[in-house]
């Protein structure tokens, strides 16, 4: 006979309800269906703060991957940053070189192309390196040109600073002769006509200017841009007033088309000083200076003996 279980069902007097009876098979199934369910739920559980934890995991490992990111984003700004003063630095280099030149030029120092001998490789300046290139494409090789030419602006600066300390050594004794070397702008203004040759605006023929015309409005200062003498002041005809200064060591100036003249022959002048007024006396196309620099009697290009 099959073993049976009784649940007695009593209500609030004690008093028995309802007899119900089970089998031992079905409370052994009821059993292990409940021990199931619970495994089921234990293991969902587990395998619910399983993947939470994986889930925050993840969030912290692509924020940490973000912070990296961004990391690397700045690295590449700052590279590119990097890259662009090492091109202004050869910029200002050869500007230093191309003033040095210019300063050999107006104390009639030897004047050699020292631009070639700055940098050690190829004897010229490299080319610019590309700041605005994909780093992530190119990071490597960006990285490799910067290294290089960091020693090639290295060398070049070395080149520089020699240069430059002989060139000191040289003007202590030509003090005098800088003092009388023209070296300011004459007037303000923008340069209309240069020194060279061109087709006469009033001839149509092709003929040498031999200064420079600086343009800008009637009344306009003009300055002398060294010391010495004024050796000629009135109207010269075609270039109407005109004021002549003699620098010493064979350097002249001439100052044409003037509504003004300020200064009188036989006067001396500083450099700086006023001397004259723009205008547009004798054949001109509008107010301007025509503003002549020789020396020993040859005309030479004004642009020169122009420093500031």
């Known amino acids: 006979m099959r073993k049976q279980y009784t649940l007695l069902i009593i209500d609030d007097k004690g008093s028995p309800v309802r007899e119900t009876r089970f089998s031992k098979h079905l409370v052994w199934l009821l059993t292990a269906m409940l021990v199931a369910c619970l495994s089921a739920l234990g293991a969902g559980a587990y395998e619910y703060a399983r993947l939470y934890s994986s889930v925050a995991d993840k969030a912290n490992l692509q924020a940490e991957l973000n912070e990296h990111q961004a990391g690397i984003e700045e690295q590449r700004k700052q590279i590119q940053a990097f890259a662009q003063s090492i091109n202004e630095l050869k910029s200002n280099l050869l500007a230093l070189n191309g003033f040095e030149s210019k300063i050999r030029i107006m104390a009639n120092l030897e004047h050699k192309d020292d631009q070639a001998a700055l940098f050690s490789i190829g004897g010229s300046m490299p080319e610019d390196l590309e700041t605005d290139i994909a780093l992530n494409e190119s990071h490597d090789r960006l990285v490799r040109q910067m290294h290089d030419q960091i020693s090639q602006v290295n060398h070049a600066t070395a080149v520089q600073h020699k240069s430059i300390e002989a060139l000191l050594g040289s003007l202590k004794d030509k003090r005098?002769?800088?003092?009388?070397?023209?070296?300011?702008?004459?007037?303000?203004?923008?340069?209309?006509?240069?020194?060279?040759?061109?087709?006469?605006?009033?001839?149509?023929?092709?003929?040498?200017?031999?200064?420079?015309?600086?343009?800008n409005r009637q009344g306009t200062p003009i300055i002398a841009p060294a010391d010495g003498l004024i050796t000629f002041a009135d109207n010269k005809w075609l270039i109407g007033n005109m004021i002549t200064i003699d620098h010493g060591f064979g350097m002249v100036t001439n100052y044409g088309h003037l509504h003004k003249l300020l200064k009188?022959?036989?006067?001396?002048?500083?450099?700086?000083?006023?001397?004259?007024?723009?205008?547009?006396?004798?054949?001109?196309?509008?107010?301007?200076?025509?503003?002549?620099?020789?020396?020993n009697g040859v005309p030479v290009n004004p642009e020169n003996y122009i420093l500031d």
């Open 264 to 295: 009188k022959k036989g006067e001396r002048v500083k450099r700086g000083e006023l001397i004259a007024l723009m205008g547009t006396t004798g054949r001109s196309t509008g107010p301007h200076v025509h503003y002549e620099v020789r020396l």
């Open 176 to 215: 005098n002769l800088l003092v009388s070397t023209p070296s300011l702008r004459p007037a303000t203004g923008w340069v209309s006509s240069g020194f060279g040759y061109r087709v006469s605006p009033f001839t149509g023929r092709r003929e040498l200017h031999k200064g420079v015309d600086i343009a």
